[in-house]
């Protein structure tokens, strides 16, 4: 006869699974304060907040590890609420962070680009006046050939 270890074990099972989510978890959040710029930033930012909603429902659920530690280990509830808060709020702290970044990135990000680009337009029409002038000049009053 055969057993099933997760079945001889349903607490273990549902630690290695909540470990494991929590080591990719910090991971993410490490990615996070690597951001090089605000677009990376805003990838990560979506990267873990998708993973961070599907971890915090787990724990949350009715057979999460919350759950599992608030029907086995009463004495706890006021440290699971508090993380439970603190699911939200970091949630709302994602949210905001990014709506931060898709605001500069709309507004003194996209002016500053765009300056360049008219800057890059000024720049590039000066060169072809100054080629103009050169040719002009080279062929027309100075009698040069190539």
């Known amino acids: 006869m055969t057993t099933d270890p997760a079945r001889d074990n349903p607490l ?17 959040a490490e990615r996070l304060g690597d951001a090089a710029d605000l677009v990376q ?30 029907s086995r280990a009463g004495r706890h509830l006021d440290k699971l609420q ?5 699911h939200q709020a970091f949630l709302g702290e994602i949210d905001g962070l990014a709506e931060r970044a898709r605001a500069v990135l ?3 990000v996209a002016e500053l680009l ?11 029409d000066h060169e072809a006046r100054e080629n103009e002038l050169l040719l002009d ?4 009053d ?5």
């Open 12 to 28: 273990g099972d549902t630690r290695e699974q909540t470990l494991e989510q929590h080591r990719h978890i910090r991971q993410l």
């Open 41 to 70: 930033l805003l990838q990560r930012l979506q990267e873990f907040r998708s993973a961070a909603v599907l971890h915090f429902g787990d724990e949350e659920a009715p057979e999460g590890f919350f759950e599992v530690v608030r």
């Open 137 to 140: 000049a080279l062929y027309l």
């Open 114 to 124: 765009r300056l360049a680009g008219e800057l890059a337009r000024q720049l590039n």
């Open 82 to 86: 508090h993380l439970e808060r603190e």
């Open 142 to 146: 100075l009698g040069e050939e190539s």
């Open 106 to 108: 709309a507004g003194p």
